[in-house]
């Protein structure tokens, strides 16, 4: 069965550095998501993407965040500046869209730590 | 805005007893619902979903969930439950839409007596 994978599994960055993480979302899957989760908390919605560009995003993704689909697998989201409180598990996301489905599938995500 | 409330954060069962995890949404017209399960460690699958149409709507593992228009509801309930289902349950509520953000519950961390 497709499913959607994340790489790394861990990452662990010093503050003030720059950290890209990635995801293969399914393929054929149109609509591409990032999520965190910080420890406790619940999941929130940081940013979708579709078509090659950011369809909504949330409060949380300001300046310091992008989101690259660099070719045609790969989904990508960059911290430039990390913070403390960045440390988080990121998920990521993808749905078909349309008649393949809304309904969204989640990697495993990265548990990124911020030192 | 939309949002959901679990007002449950933990619930214990024995083996073999039925579960219902509680799920109330705000969202001003029919949204799209779903339930996903995060085992320790893991990500989150997806369970079942509803968009429209029948308002019970069958899910894997054995799972159901019914949308309740009135209450704003969608709970999900198991006959049976099994110790593998021991894990933490996120409602979520989302736009009847493409690149539809998911609001997310706090989740109901289950524990399943043996």
């Known amino acids: 069965e497709p499913e959607v994978t994340q790489t790394p599994s861990h990452q662990v960055t010093q503050m003030g550095q720059e950290v890209i993480l990635r995801c293969v979302p399914i393929?054929?899957?149109?609509?591409f998501y990032w999520y965190r989760q910080i420890l406790g908390q619940k999941v929130e919605f940081l940013v979708s993407f579709y078509n090659n560009e950011i369809s909504e995003k949330s409060e949380i993704f300001d300046d310091q965040f992008s989101v690259e689909r660099p070719d045609g697998s790969n989904f990508t989201l960059k911290i430039r500046s990390t913070k403390l409180e960045d440390s988080a598990m990121y998920f990521c996301?993808?749905?078909?869209?349309?008649?393949?489905?809304?309904?969204?599938?989640f990697g495993p995500g990265t548990r990124l730590t911020v030192t | 805005a939309q949002s959901v409330t679990q007002p449950d954060i933990h619930i214990t069962v024995s083996e073999g007893a039925s579960l219902e995890l509680r799920c109330n949404y705000s969202y001003g017209a029919t949204p799209y619902l779903f339930w996903y399960v995060q085992s320790p460690g893991q990500g989150l699958q997806l369970l079942l979903k509803y968009f429209s149409g029948d308002t019970l709507v069958q899910g894997i593992k054995g799972f159901e969930a019914e949308f309740k228009r009135s209450q704003s509801s969608f709970n999900l309930r198991k006959p049976s439950v099994h110790w593998s289902d021991a894990a933490e349950y996120f409602c979520?509520?989302?736009?009847?839409?493409?690149?539809?953000?998911?609001?997310f519950g706090t989740g109901t961390q289950l524990k399943v007596e043996l």
């Open positions: 996301a993808s749905s078909a869209g349309l008649a393949g489905g809304y309904e969204q599938y």
């Open positions: 979520a509520v989302g736009e009847p839409r493409g690149g539809n953000k998911l609001t």
């Open positions: 393929s054929n899957h149109l609509y």
